[in-house]
């Protein structure tokens, strides 16, 4: 069974621009996360889908991130602009259903000059 | 404000010894606890989960939970050098919640051969 994919792996950017990031998740998983990781932290929340819905985007920056899941599979996360604090990996995870165990992708690494 | 905390190390343990690794939460509406291993440059991947009260085995791992102390802990035996690595303690308020998971900040072992 093929894992979580994101895409992609690496991405440098200068600041203001617009950067998107694509999530796969394990087919037959119903809840998508994105999560977003600090050198030296744990992963943070940013939003959480049941199917195609936004059920918990509290911690989203909406001045510049947005997020979608239109059919309910894929996912993508935007970031317009970007701002050097945004350099971080992001995540995403999926599992069956909310609270069951969530399987991460390998991330994506971004970079803002 | 849930935490979730951890300390960060480095915890250092001779090779074929046992690793404890320590976890204390501040929700206590918290359910399910996981414990994730993430290599330096790598996505966490699942080590184990534990719902209920007391000791939960698989393999070389051993992972503790205690609710009434809010605590829960992880247990490496017969340590390998292939163990090095951050390992995250993370909750889960399932059960309709609006979160996902709550990670600390993760503790980074090393394991001396």
């Known amino acids: 069974e093929a894992g979580v994919v994101q895409s992609p792996r690496y991405k440098i950017i200068e600041k203001k621009q617009p950067v998107a990031f694509w999530c796969n998740p394990i087919?037959?998983?119903?809840?998508l996360y994105w999560y977003l990781q600090n050198l030296g932290q744990g992963p943070e929340l940013l939003i959480r889908?049941?199917?195609?819905?936004?059920?918990?985007d509290s911690q989203l920056p909406k001045d510049r991130f947005s997020a979608e899941r239109l059919k309910g599979v894929d996912s993508t996360l935007k970031i317009q602009p970007a701002e050097l604090g945004d350099s971080a990996v992001y995540l995403c995870?999926?599992?069956?259903?909310?609270?069951?165990?969530?399987?991460f992708g390998p991330g994506t690494r971004l970079l803002v000059l | 404000q849930k935490e979730v905390e951890q300390n960060s190390g480095p915890l250092s343990v001779p090779e074929g010894a046992i690793a404890s690794l320590n976890c204390t939460y501040s929700?206590?509406?918290?359910?399910?606890f996981f414990w994730y291993r993430q290599y330096s440059g790598k996505s966490p991947e699942l080590i184990m989960f534990?719902?209920?009260?007391g000791d939960k085995e698989d393999g070389r791992f051993t992972a503790q939970l205690n609710k009434a102390s809010q605590y829960v802990s992880l247990l490496i035996r017969d340590s390998q050098p292939s163990d090095s690595a951050t390992y995250l303690c993370?909750?889960?308020?399932?059960?309709?919640?609006?979160?996902?998971?709550?990670f600390g900040k993760g503790t980074h072992l090393i394991i001396q051969p």
């Open positions: 929700d206590r509406g918290s359910q399910s």
């Open positions: 534990i719902y209920s009260n």
């Open positions: 995870a999926s599992s069956f259903m909310f609270g069951e165990t969530q399987y």
């Open positions: 087919s037959g998983h119903n809840t």
């Open positions: 889908y049941e199917n195609e819905e936004a059920v918990d």
């Open positions: 993370a909750v889960n308020r399932a059960g309709g919640g609006a979160d996902g998971l709550t």
